[in-house]
Nanobody
Framework: QVQLVESGGGSVQPGGSLRLSCVATGNIDSIDAMNWYRQAPGQQRLFVAFMSRGGIINYSDSFKGRFIASRDNNKIYLQMNNLKPQDTAVYYC??????????WGQGTQVTVSS
């Protein structure tokens, strides 16, 4: 089993920045890839970024440029710059494992408003 805890969310004005973190605990050796997703109110959960164990990072086209993802073993980060009101959402991290499937954190709220 893998447990994931996100942190770093909060309220920020448009144009501001936030850095989200996610820490995985438990059977971290089983983790292959880790991801960031977000879900805005009333909308589907959207893929943001993928980080493989080997260092490959892929982004959804919608988030290239303003969002920068990184990974340090069992920790992942999402640096979000020039935030816009439409970035308001709950941000989730997930971990993919070969044997036990996928695990999700509880999410961290990001609110962008003036």
């Amino acid at each position: 089993q893998v447990q994931l805890v996100e942190s770093g969310g909060g309220s920020v004005q448009p144009g501001g920045s936030l850095r989200l973190s996610c820490v995985a605990t438990g059977n971290i050796d089983s983790i292959d890839a880790m991801n960031w997703y977000r879900q805005a109110p009333g909308q589907q959960r959207l893929f943001v970024a993928f980080m493989s164990r080997g260092g490959i990072i892929n982004y959804s086209d919608s988030f290239k440029g303003r969002f920068i993802a990184s990974r340090d073993n069992n920790k992942i980060y999402l640096q979000m710059n020039n935030l816009k009101p439409q970035d308001t959402a709950v941000y989730y991290c997930s971990a993919e494992t070969k044997m036990d499937g996928d695990f999700w954190g509880q999410g961290t709220q990001v609110t962008v408003s003036s």
